[in-house]
């Protein structure tokens, strides 16, 4: 492992602003359930003080990865590529068990991997009348290590099959940019018309949409949950099935939160690999999320009315990651109609994260409740939100509650007002 890692934790100077920012330590008050206390296990771990022990393991397992820490850190710590490098240790090191690392694997090659996440989802469907809509007892242990495990299979929304975008896309009227798409992986099985309505309001926009057929999955995933090489390779190829485009783009569009914080990370990431590097630089300055694109060129107003309150729920790696606030917020704003209302908490995590609500169910749930109960009191009757997976769970958790309400994707929104002008 580089010592980049120690630098990193060098620059944590233990203020605490991070803690109350923190999701896991508001719930918890635990020292080791915040930030500042896995960057000093980290830290001591590293200095030899401590050993790479099954307390610290859990301590970073139960780290979201929200990055909302970073929001409130005067120092700059980047914690979130702290929490990845330590990741990855763990699994290098072998610190877990070997049918769980196994187990967590297998569950990230199927979620990205379309055509396997699609068969799955149907089988998923099959038995969820037999498990009354819960994954397999054994499977859930396996996952997430706990013996109370109670975890809810995913629901797709419509027919489940993989949704594919056309090549090349031509703007309508007049050619203003030509720009890439990131299908994604999860956006293709579960959310196919948000992919179709991202296109789509591009070309009305002026742009020429151009899909490589060869781009797949970015990495965020493995990254994130420390498979340092599966990543990397995903990003290589990623880069690989953009390159022979990339000069004639003005930039590469994403739909989805967790995809493009680590899609703009790609030359920090690769900064040490001689062929990559430059390559992966240049890539990652062209990533830009559908809203902060959709910002930076300004969009021809909408003309159709959607009559709706509408609160907006900040996906943690877009708005800590990426640091895109406003413009989700501005967009939707220009839609005849609309109310917007703040929500409360609108930028603490829903408790997705990725699969965190598969291996850390528990308080997964917590967080997801207390989301829930922050979308009741603002009275919207849509909430949007700009991540696949936030979308996924705050779905769940409004149907487990009972609420009559639309969680879509802000450009779905834009899109559905384009439409009716």
């Not at 830290?43 to 409130?72: H, M």
């Not at 055509?115 to 009348?129: C, T």
């Not at 999320?289 to 107003?301: A, F, M, N, Q, R």
């Not at 413009?327 to 109310?339: A, M, S, T, Y």
């Amino acid at each position: 492992m580089s010592t980049n890692l120690d630098e990193k934790t060098s620059k944590c100077i233990r203020c605490g602003f991070c803690l109350d920012a923190c999701p896991t330590f508001r719930l918890t008050g635990q020292e080791t359930m915040g930030p500042r206390g896995r960057i000093y296990l980290v830290k001591s771990w590293r200095q030899g003080v401590i050993p790479l022990a099954d307390d610290v393991v859990r301590s970073l397992d139960t780290c979201l990865g929200c990055r909302a820490c970073e929001t409130a850190c005067p120092s700059g710590v980047e914690y979130g590529m702290i929490l990845e490098m330590a990741r990855s240790e763990i699994e290098k090191q072998g610190k877990r068990p070997k049918s769980q690392s196994f187990a967590r694997l297998q569950l990230l090659e199927t979620l990205t991997n379309p055509g396997r996440m699609a068969a799955s989802l149907k089988a998923a469907g099959l038995v969820s009348g037999l498990t009354k809509g819960k994954m397999p007892g054994f499977v859930a242990k396996l996952l997430s290590g706990s013996d109370d495990a109670s975890i809810s299979l995913p629901v797709a929304q419509g027919q489940v099959k993989v949704h594919t975008i056309a090549e090349r896309s031509p703007a309508k009227g007049v050619k203003r940019h030509t720009v890439g798409i990131l299908a994604g992986c999860v956006m293709r099985v579960l959310f196919g018309e948000t992919n179709a309505a991202t296109v789509r309001v591009l070309q009305e926009n002026g742009c020429e949409v151009v899909a490589p057929k060869a781009a797949g999955c970015c990495g965020a995933f493995h990254l994130h949950s420390g498979f340092e090489a599966e990543s990397v390779s995903r990003i290589k190829a990623l880069i690989d099935a953009f390159e022979p485009h990339l000069s004639g783009m003005d930039a590469i569009v994403v739909n989805s939160a967790g995809c493009g914080s680590t899609m703009k990370e790609y030359g920090a990431i690769l900064s040490d690999d001689p062929t990559y590097r430059d390559k992966a630089k240049a890539f990652s300055a062209k990533v830009r999320d559908v809203s902060e694109w959709l910002g930076e060129i300004g969009i021809t107003p909408p003309k159709g009315r959607i009559d709706a309150t509408i609160s907006y729920h900040d996906a943690c790696h877009l708005a800590h990651g990426q640091k895109v606030r406003l413009q989700p917020r501005q967009l939707l704003e220009q839609i005849p109609g609309v109310k917007l209302v703040e929500m409360e908490e609108s930028d603490t995590c829903c408790g997705s994260a990725g699969t965190y609500n598969i291996t850390e169910p528990e308080m997964a749930k917590r967080l997801l409740d207390r989301k829930i109960g922050n979308l009741r009191a603002t009275g919207a009757s849509i909430i949007a939100t700009g991540n696949p997976g936030c979308l996924a769970w705050i779905q769940q958790g409004a149907k487990e509650a009972g609420l009559s309400v639309r969680i879509c994707h802000p450009i779905e929104l834009l899109d559905e007002a384009y439409r009716k002008g």
